[in-house]
């Protein structure tokens, strides 16, 4: 059985991290549609359990659209570092359907999966989102780090169904983390809905997200499936969040 902290029932892990012990603690507030759930960590507070801090408030909710482009690898942005949402995970994690969500807003029928890269933005009066993912293969990997520089958040998706594969993506995560000290990140734990699914608080300690440094992070359960008429609350919090964000970094 997973466990579940905060967002919706959804669980998120969330803060401006200095983690030790291999516990965190959370201190980011974050609006959501039904409750949210705030720690942090501090490098002298080993051994301590997450504390919750359930405040309900407004969704933020951003109807949008998206324009998909898949091109073979992008040409270099014209505008600043730090304007992207990077997209990143091994493959079949389920990235392209959650990055669909991301920026329609709601259920794709049929996604293929990414075999380079993925650039998708949202473009309205108000808001104005650039998504890139690359694919997760292993020939496509040695492009994620070159991205990092001009990414504003580091989105690492997780297959939780699939635990054979958490140290890979253990050490693909914290060799990006290596070269960008202070990215935000959040790490989705996808395919919940799958039968024997890793919880986040199990996925926190197989991808020693303790160790990631003092940066927010960001954890949360995810999954996409078809036939459902809404985006899971896991998905929507997540989507939210990114908004959020991208708004406040401007």
Not at 19 to 39: K, P
Not at 59 to 81: G, I, L, R, T, Y
Not at 157 to 181: G, R
């Given at each position: 059985m997973?466990?579940m902290?905060?967002l ?6 969330g803060?401006?991290?200095?983690l ?5 603690y959370?201190?980011?507030?974050y609006t ?6 705030t720690?942090s960590?501090s490098?002298?507070s080993?051994?301590?359990k ?9 969704p933020v909710?951003?109807?949008a659209?998206?324009q998909?482009v898949?091109?073979?690898?992008p040409?270099k ?5 730090g304007t992207?949402v990077l997209?990143?995970g091994l ?5 392209t359907?959650?990055l ?7 259920l ?6 990414t ?8 473009n309205r ?6 998504f ?17 520089s001009?990414?504003?958040l580091?989105v690492?998706?997780?297959?939780s ?6 140290p890979?993506?253990k050490t693909?995560?914290h060799?990006?983390?290596a070269?960008?000290?202070r990215l935000?990140?959040m790490v ?6 799958l ?12 991808l020693?997200?303790?160790?990631v440094?003092?940066?927010r992070l960001?954890l949360?359960?995810?999954?996409v499936?078809k ?6 609350s896991?998905?929507q919090d997540?989507?939210?969040l ?7 970094g401007?």
């Amino acid at each position: 059985m997973s466990i579940m902290f905060g967002l919706r029932e959804a669980g998120v892990l969330g803060a401006s991290l200095a983690l030790a012990g291999g516990v965190a603690y959370l201190v980011w507030n974050y609006t959501s549609s039904s409750s949210t759930s705030t720690s942090s960590t501090s490098s002298s507070s080993a051994g301590k359990k997450p504390q919750k801090d359930v405040k309900s408030e407004q969704p933020v909710v951003v109807p949008a659209a998206a324009q998909p482009v898949v091109a073979a690898e992008p040409e270099k942005a014209s505008e600043p570092a730090g304007t992207q949402v990077l997209v990143l995970g091994l493959d079949g994690a389920g990235k392209t359907s959650l990055l669909n969500c991301f920026s329609t807003g709601c259920l794709e029928p049929d996604v293929q999966p990414t075999q380079g890269f993925n650039a998708v933005s949202i473009n309205r009066e108000d808001l104005h989102i650039e998504f890139l993912e690359i694919g997760g293969k292993e020939e496509l990997r040695p492009y994620w780090r070159r991205y990092l520089s001009r990414a504003l958040l580091l989105v690492f998706v997780v297959d939780s169904s699939n635990p054979a594969l958490f140290p890979v993506a253990k050490t693909h995560l914290h060799e990006l983390l290596a070269s960008e000290p202070r990215l935000p990140l959040m790490v989705l734990a996808n395919k919940q809905d799958l039968p024997g699914s890793c919880g986040i608080t199990d996925l926190h300690e197989a991808l020693s997200l303790s160790e990631v440094g003092d940066r927010r992070l960001f954890l949360i359960d995810t999954y996409v499936k078809k036939g459902e008429a809404e985006l899971g609350s896991g998905v929507q919090d997540a989507r939210d969040l990114i908004i959020q964000m991208v708004c406040d970094g401007r």
